[in-house]
DNA sequence: GCAAGACATACTACTCAGTATGTTGTCAAT
DNA sequence: ATTGACAACATACTGAGTAGTATGTCTTGC
């Protein structure tokens, strides 16, 4: 991931991706406009054009370093040799708090999910939808895998895979609709989140 | 509900509902236009307006009527001195065949689930995203009253009613992000999905 | 014959994405 | 010390799309 991208963002870019996210999140891919970003950055658009070639494509890259917060976290857990339902917590246990600590990012990826909505696109931005297509699959292909081990070796009920899969990973990232930050939130309440879920989403599968 | 809205829905509201469901589902409700909308009925924008005040206004009434749908059936199926998990699962089972034939409504409603996002708004507007925002608290308020005499009975485990409700509720609607009519789907399938997912629900509960 | 509803057509004003151009600061070469 | 190139912005501008409105037409019912 990290050898297909600039070895290393620059910090104006990061700064433009955290506003974007946030916006995003607020307003909606669709409904924030550039300006609207620019006037979170306390700049104008034309810093952001400088950096993201189009709208699309910040909203891609935006996209893409969700999926990387994520896999990142999750990909360091899993051990090929624990069971799957060990793994299967292990992994909701790194997610979601990572979820919950780059929320904007996955408000973004959860609107964006069905697809990123433009009338007209690029082929920049078409080749950007398949590699976030591609990592979406790639993480997702991570949590399969461990449907499946159970499956077989009996620790899950067999069932139909895509409902199985879809329906878990739907109430694991359940923290993105209702999850906001609160000053006032109890200590360690992001890990009984985390906690919760990867006991439900294990109970689902058994 | 119906008491609140014309006797009777006029057949082209009720066309342009439908078609607006269809079009905002496939496009994105921010992206697609109401001239997106008019082509879809094959006619143009002046009879969209003039039986909807807004764009924003048809896209809450579309909200409203898909709303709606669900609240019918499984309103209708909760029995109060059944067992919590017992309701649970019928509720589930009426629910999803529902979302299922109404797909396009509920891709659009899991597109406003965090609000109607508009840079400015009417009064009317504002209304309707009360009523929404009433409906969706009252649905909900139909599988909370289950999870919670489930946890007073014993029958639900005790843990943060917020966590298990959403994540259950998003265990549920998972179809709606990954479902999609096909022709060759084998006979019975809908119904295999609203049983494996009551089954995965109460699991993930118990 | 008239009123009203249900449309279609033409028009307006605004927002927006993106582009062109200008400015400033930094850095490297001389 | 100077100069030029270039990156990183800001500003001004353009064209297209869009929501919504005004007006016209047709049909229907009384």
Sequence with gaps: MKDQMAP???????????AAAVVFMDLGVDVASIDDIARHLGSTKGRIYHHFASKGVLLSEVCLRA??????????????????????RNMILAHVPEVLRTLPYHKVIRQTYPGINQKS???VER????RIHAER????????AELRRGMTDGIFRQ???????????????????WYTP?????EGFALEIAR???DMAVRALS
């Design 67 to 88: 999926a990387d917060f994520t896999y990142r976290k999750v990909a360091l857990v899993i051990d090929p040799d624990a069971a799957p339902d060990k793994n299967l």
């Design 159 to 177: 069932q139909n895979e895509t409902i199985a899969l879809h329906g878990m990973l739907l109430l694991v990232n359940a923290p993105v609709i």
């Design 182 to 186: 609160r000053a006032d939130e109890p």
């Design 196 to 198: 919760q879920t990867a």
């Design 127 to 130: 080749d950007l939808h398949q």
């Design 8 to 18: 290393v963002m620059s910090a104006s870019k990061s700064e433009i991706l955290d």
């Design 137 to 144: 699959d790639r993480y997702e292909g991570l949590f399969r």
């Design 121 to 123: 696109t690029t082929q």
